[in-house]
């Protein structure tokens, strides 16, 4: 996913589920220069073991979490500008932060 904005959701920005519903896990999802700010949630979450995804050059602010890592062999660069970050994903629902 490419240039893609999540602003004021009621719960995640972007979400990487690795659950692919069968007992399996999606892997090699791709998120770049992607935008998330004031989600209630977390602005990028990597869930549920999701293998192998990589996140370049995307930006998060003002969310509950700028961004968390569930996942196995995730790679975060140094081209992300995250403000906050958490090894686990905790799902928020709500109000929307306030910038």
């Known amino acids: 996913m ?37 989600n209630a949630g977390q602005g990028f979450a990597v869930i549920d073991n999701a293998r192998q995804t990589v996140l370049t050059g995307n930006s998060a ?14 790679l975060a660069d140094q081209s992300n500008k995250f403000g906050t970050t958490a090894p686990q994903c905790t799902i928020t629902r709500g109000d929307p932060a306030t910038p």
């Open 2 to 38: 490419e240039r893609n904005a999540a602003l004021s959701a009621f719960e995640n920005g972007f979400t990487v589920d690795g659950n692919d519903g069968s007992g399996g896990t999606f892997s090699g999802t791709r998120l770049r220069q992607n935008k998330a700010s004031s």
């Open 61 to 74: 602010s003002a969310n509950s979490v700028d961004y968390c890592d569930a996942g196995l062999e995730t």
